[in-house]
């Protein structure tokens, strides 16, 4: 289709031709679709399209979606790439402005969750820091920062979500969920939860502080509903079971479409949610972590277990269970290392 070799420049598909052009700088390119859809690809990677002025947007809303801010978490940027490929295909017609961004194009290529350092750390301005000086990772950041803040401020008018598509290291006691930045005063709107669920995510994790993730940028400085959603297990290109991830497909391109949420049902009518009580950072040499290397996500360890130590002290869990999401070892020094989650009750959607 023209619009589609414009743009991906004679490759079948955009997540081809973004790896192909990993680590070029490619200049803004602009098409439009046969049904008048204006497709600007901003950079490798990044598609900002804007449905025409009179097509109704039913649920008044612009939408951010990302992947592959890990380069090894594949499943979620072909997930995008299916729905991306429809689109422009002609199967179905797109209701509301959307910036999707496949996030780590090299690290992508090796099959690696960064290649210098973890793009998912460099975020609310982490990107600056004299260390992170002219490392690729850090102008991305930047750039896709810039990214957002521009199409925030083009779609003041409307709702803005941010859905981070990631998948996790580790495998779960609990296969899909979802992270809630932290922002003071905010609690998560009803229809998130239901979105939630409709994408077949049915944990809730309830964030304590603001971070350097993407997903808090968008948060903390645009002001958008923002989540980062865990999917499944990381996997190399072409090794995923999709089917595990047509909840989040379906989804999505049902709100791409600009279509109603539908009613919820059982398996997925509740959401068990989380708060983070603790994050364990690595705090240096003498930092000794006590979870093992291979637990899986949302293990449980009951009152008074000792879960780091160091010179200074440590952390034991408190008076009632604690679940640990996230547990590696082998981060830097000063950064998370895991984090401590209480059950903190559940949210019961309206039956549809
Ligand atoms: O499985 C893991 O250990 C990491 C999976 C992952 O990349 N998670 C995100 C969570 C971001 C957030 O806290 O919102 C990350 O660590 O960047
Ligand atoms: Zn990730």
Known sequence: MKATNQLFDFHPDWLSHTLANASADLPETKTSLPDGIQVSRKANGVLWLTPPADRANPNQEALIISAGVHGNETAPIEVLNTLVSELFSGEWSLACPLLLILGNPPAMVAGERFLDVN???????????????????????????????????????????????????????????????????????????????????????????????????????????????????????????????????????????????????????HLTVFEVVHEVLNTGPSFHFHVPDDVANFTEYPPGTLIWEDDQGGYQVGTAPEAIVFPNRAVPVGQRAGLMLRASGAFRARPG
């Open 119 to 269: 793009m998912n750390r460099l975020f609310n301005g982490a990107h600056g820091k004299t260390e992170h000086t002219g490392l690729p990772e850090a102008r991305r950041a930047q750039f896709l920062e810039e990214m957002c803040r521009q199409f925030a401020m083009a779609h003041q008018e409307l709702a803005l979500s941010h859905y981070d598509l990631h998948t996790a290291i580790r495998p779960s006691k609990r296969e899909r969920f979802a992270l809630y930045p932290f922002v003071e005063g905010r609690s998560v709107p009803s229809g998130q939860c239901a979105f939630l669920l409709e994408a077949e995510v049915e944990t809730l994790l309830l964030q304590h502080k603001a971070s350097t993730v993407f997903s808090s940028f968008t948060a903390s400085t645009l002001k958008a509903e923002s989540f980062t959603i865990e999917l499944g297990k990381v996997e190399p290109f072409g090794r995923n079971d999709l089917r595990r991830f047509r909840g989040i497909e379906r989804a999505l391109r049902r709100r791409f479409r600009g279509e109603p949420a539908p009613g919820v049902h059982p398996p997925f009518d």
